[in-house]
């Protein structure tokens, strides 16, 4: 089982390890999804707290995280299973992350919890693309611009939790 383990933790470092080998410098977000994804393949997160708020709605004030927490209209804890678990996986080895100083008008969210229950990770997302303007995002506390591989993730996993709001827990 610890040789198991040795192989997926270096897997999950891989990446970040040829990164740093060639001098490149991780942003924050970099290495925050890279520790979600190390979290994933170890099996530590057990529960995902999944937040939405339709693109359509318009508010006054830009949308963060705390304010989504509060008024999601999707606010559901999903247990994290071997599908959603390994397609996450797939999407942050898709996931193209670049340096962003503002944060965003937040959509989407996912709280990743342990199994004591314990807050591991977030991520946070603006909602559609207007203009090729691009996507951008939160990860761990950290702003980023992003590719479409994490909410692509979010509208195929999340997907009917959206068209079914109410729907029985």
């Known amino acids: 089982m610890r040789a198991l383990r040795l192989v997926l933790d270096v897997a999950a470092g891989a990446t970040v390890g040829l990164a740093l080998a060639s001098g490149e410098h991780m942003l924050p977000a970099e290495s925050s999804l890279r520790d979600l994804k190390h979290d994933l393949v170890s099996d530590k997160i057990r529960t995902v707290k999944v937040l939405f708020i339709p693109y359509e709605v318009v508010t006054r004030v830009r949308l963060t995280p705390e304010l989504l927490e509060r008024t999601a209209e999707i606010n559901r804890v999903l247990e994290m299973d071997a599908s959603m678990r390994s397609s996450l996986l797939e999407a942050i080895d898709r996931a193209r992350v670049r340096e962003s100083v503002s944060a965003p008008d937040i959509r989407w969210g996912a709280v990743f919890y342990g199994s004591d229950g314990t807050e591991l990770h977030s991520i946070y997302l603006s909602g559609k693309v207007f203009f090729r303007a691009g996507r951008r995002g939160i990860i761990d506390g950290n702003p980023a611009k992003l ?23």
């Open 147 to 169: 590719n479409d591989a994490l909410i692509d993730w979010f509208e195929g996993t999340f997907g009917d939790l959206v068209s079914r709001p109410n729907a029985p827990r």
